[in-house]
C-alpha cells in the first residue's frame, strides 16, 4: 500500500502500521470437544470476531441454508503457546458480554436478532491499544482458539457448521 496524505503536513504509510484484519473459515461436519484453531501471530492481537452458522439444509428462501446460530459455538478457549489461557468463555456468555460492553439493544422478532450468531473477544483492557496482548516472537510460538461446538440434537450438521474468524491485529511501526 502507497502512503496516504492526511491533510498538508501528516502522511500515513499504511504498509508498516496499523490495524490489520485478518478472516479464516473453519467448517465442522460433526460435534468437536477443544477443536484448534491457529490465529495469527508476529503482531499484537486486540480482538477476535466471530460469525458462527448452522449447518441447515438449503430452502428456496434461504438459499445456502447456513443460519446465523447462537448454538453452534459452545466453550471458546483461547490459549497462547499451548498452556496459557487468554479467555475462556461460551459462545452465549461472550454476546451477552459484548451487549453490555458494547451497549447492543438486538430485540428478538420472530425468534431471531440481529446478534444471532456474532460475538467479539475483545483483548484489550480499558479500550487501550497499547494493552493488546503481544503475540511476537521469541514470545509466543503458538495462539489458538480451542472450540467446541454443539451436539447434532442441538444444531445441524446436514451441512458443515461454518465459524468465520476475523483476527484483528494492531501492526506497529517499524524502527
Given at each position: 500500500m ?6 498538508a ?25 477443544d ?5 495469527n ?19 428456496a428462501?434461504?438459499?445456502t ?6 448454538l453452534?459455538?459452545?466453550k471458546?478457549?483461547l490459549?497462547?503457546n499451548?498452556?496459557t ?8 456468555n ?9 451497549g447492543i439493544?438486538a430485540p ?8 444471532d ?16 496482548l ?7 510460538d503458538?495462539?489458538q482458539l480451542?472450540?467446541?461446538t454443539n ?5 445441524s ?13 494492531v ?5
Amino acid at each position: 500500500m502507497s502512503p496516504q496524505k492526511l491533510g498538508a503536513a501528516k502522511t500515513i504509510d499504511t504498509s508498516r502500521r496499523g490495524h490489520r484484519p485478518a478472516i479464516q473459515i473453519q467448517q465442522f461436519s460433526a460435534q468437536t470437544t477443544d477443536y484448534p484453531i491457529d490465529i495469527n501471530r508476529g503482531n499484537k492481537l486486540s480482538g477476535i470476531m466471530l460469525f458462527a452458522q448452522s449447518g441447515a439444509a438449503g430452502t428456496a428462501t434461504t438459499a445456502t441454508g447456513k443460519l446465523a446460530s447462537n448454538l453452534a459455538l459452545l466453550k471458546l478457549n483461547l490459549k497462547v503457546n499451548g498452556q496459557t489461557d487468554i479467555k475462556v468463555t461460551d459462545f452465549k456468555n461472550l454476546q451477552a458480554e459484548n451487549r453490555t460492553k458494547y451497549g447492543i439493544v438486538a430485540p428478538m422478532a420472530s425468534n431471531v436478532s440481529v446478534l444471532d450468531g456474532i460475538a467479539h473477544l475483545n483483548l484489550l483492557a480499558r479500550e487501550d491499544i497499547s494493552t493488546a496482548l503481544d503475540v511476537s516472537a521469541p514470545l509466543v510460538d503458538n495462539v489458538q482458539l480451542f472450540v467446541d461446538t454443539n451436539t447434532a440434537s442441538n444444531v445441524s450438521y446436514t451441512n458443515p457448521v461454518q465459524a468465520t474468524i476475523m483476527t484483528e491485529e494492531v501492526v506497529l511501526p517499524r524502527s
